[in-house]
């Protein structure tokens, strides 16, 4: 074999750019990938219930558990969101 013969079988630059334009396309677009996130978010609420609904604790106790846990995001949020807010001001 030649090296002619390698050249001629090398693609050309036309072929080349064609190649590449096809690949960095983007294969999904921005519904698809919506529609992704939705089904996991469904999917973290359905496991979310189950699992208190399956919980080894009776329903009294893990209703306070949860109201627990909610008052203190809530108290974190509100104290960092208060922070976050004096401290934009003395920018």
Do not use: W
């Not at 949020?77 to 001001?89: D, L, P």
Request: proline share 4%.
């Amino acid at each position: 074999m030649k090296l002619e013969d390698l050249l001629n079988a090398l693609p050309s630059k036309e072929e080349l750019v064609q190649a590449v334009s096809r690949q960095t396309q983007p294969s999904h677009n921005g519904s698809d990938m919506s529609a992704a996130f939705g089904i996991f978010g469904a999917g973290l609420l359905l496991g979310a219930g189950l699992a208190l609904l399956f919980a080894p604790k009776p329903g009294a106790d893990l209703r306070h558990d949860i109201t627990e846990k909610m008052n203190g995001l809530g108290e974190r949020f509100g104290r960092e969101g208060h922070q976050n807010g004096e401290a934009a001001t003395e920018s």
